[in-house]
């Protein structure tokens, strides 16, 4: 494995798999790393015949100075971890300075319309054109074949495919399902930053869409069929969200998972439930795809998170 900190190192790293007639998988990563992002390392392993990762905290994404000065990082750690992964070890890890990726302020930045104005958009004002421009930028240094993104993070994916595809970057863009504790609650590297008391009051944030997954399930029982109560589904999270005092809930919504807008109180097809919550004030994101099984099941499969409501 090998540690890089140029653009310059990268891409002769790079270069040289690639002359080897290896496809080139890619996990752009903000450190901290946790097993979520190890899960990402490995689906690039299978999709891929070697491996790069970035660990680069952006600082054009944040829109809370706090936020980024208080984002984890450890990068000695990251590298013990990546390094016990065997065959999914990475080839190079890309570990750039600010000012290695920024030597001086962008003129150019990169901006999706259409699918970032609302959810963690309408909240983070310039945190996806932050996303959209590091990321357009990474695909250019490592250019890939395919790159792994979390589903957790559910906006941003649709945000890089998008891109990816109107700019005819030529990456394959998978989304990996999220990363649960065994309590239910999304890994993140923000969890670090969470005391025993505020970790416990975050577990309403997977209580909550725990309810929603049951409350639409009982409903399209109801109906025999895929139509989706989103208002049934949103109103059992929203009991379980508001039992929560310690929760400083941002968002949650359900939304349609192309476009991003309002879902129709009864839905044919896949909707999101997502939610955004402070808790101690640490933000936190969670979604689940209502309809979609393996998104259910993972949520459910989980030691039931006490959701502090009765049923
Ligand atoms: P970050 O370091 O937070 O920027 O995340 C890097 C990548 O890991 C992104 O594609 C995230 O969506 C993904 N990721 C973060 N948390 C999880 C999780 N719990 N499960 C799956 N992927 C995740």
Redesign the pocket.
């Known amino acids: 494995m090998d540690v890089v900190t140029t653009i310059e190192q990268v891409r002769a790293a790079v270069t040289r798999a690639r002359d080897d007639g290896a496809r080139i998988g890619f996990?752009?990563?903000?450190?901290?790393?946790?097993?979520?992002?190890l899960?990402?390392v490995h689906l690039a392993a299978e999709h891929a015949d070697q491996v790069a990762v970035s660990?680069f905290v952006?600082p054009t994404q944040f829109d809370r100075p706090e936020d980024l000065d208080s984002y984890p990082r450890d990068l000695d750690a990251d590298l013990d971890a990546l390094a016990a992964q065997g065959a999914a070890t990475p080839t190079v890890v890309f570990a750039p300075t600010v000012g290695q990726m920024y030597p001086r302020a962008p003129l150019t930045t990169v901006h999706v319309t259409g699918l970032t104005e609302r959810l963690c958009g309408a909240r983070r004002p310039g945190h996806f054109d932050g996303v959209a421009t590091v990321v357009t930028k990474l695909f250019n240094i490592v250019r890939p074949d395919v790159a792994?993104?979390?589903?957790?993070?559910r906006q941003?994916?649709a945000v890089v495919q998008r891109l990816v595809g109107d700019l005819d970057l030529g990456v394959e863009v998978l989304g990996?399902?999220?990363?649960?504790d065994d309590d239910g609650l999304?890994?993140?590297?923000?969890n670090r930053l969470l005391d025993e008391e505020a970790r416990r009051e975050a577990r309403a944030i997977p209580a909550a869409l725990t309810a929603g997954v049951r409350a639409a399930r009982a409903g399209r029982d109801r109906t025999h069929g895929s139509v989706i109560d989103t208002q049934r589904a949103h109103t059992a999270a929203r009991t379980v969200l508001d039992a929560h005092p310690g929760l400083d809930v941002e968002y949650l919504e359900v939304v349609d998972p192309d476009t991003f807008a309002p879902a129709e109180p009864r839905a044919d097809g896949t909707v999101i439930l997502a939610v955004a919550a402070f808790v101690d004030g640490v933000r936190l994101i969670d979604n689940v795809e209502l309809g979609f099984a393996p998104d259910e099941a993972a949520l459910l499969d989980c030691a039931a998170p006490h959701t502090g409501v009765d049923a």
């Open positions: 996990v752009p990563t903000m450190g901290a790393l946790h097993a979520g992002h899960r990402l660990i952006n792994v993104f979390g589903r957790k993070d941003q994916l990996c399902p999220t990363v649960r999304a890994v993140s590297s923000r």
